[in-house]
């Protein structure tokens, strides 16, 4: 989607094959937050800024998330 492609321009990424895989919500207190899930591809594994990291999608549940962030990676 275009956030997305905003999002890996700003850091120097070019992304391929995005598309919607998903949708998730979440209430923050009282608020109701709906997102959509978009995956794509990379080229390479370019370098990131110091406050990103490349992993692979197993050690995702290594990590640590949001309860929000933790719905969409399931």
Known sequence: GAALD????DIGLEV???REVG????????RHWKGIVVQGEVATKHPLPDNLEWVERKALFDKT????YQKVIK
């Open 6 to 9: 905003r999002w890996a321009k």
């Open 16 to 18: 391929f094959d995005a």
């Open 23 to 30: 949708e998730v919500s979440h209430i923050f207190s009282h």
């Open 65 to 68: 998330f949001p309860v929000v």
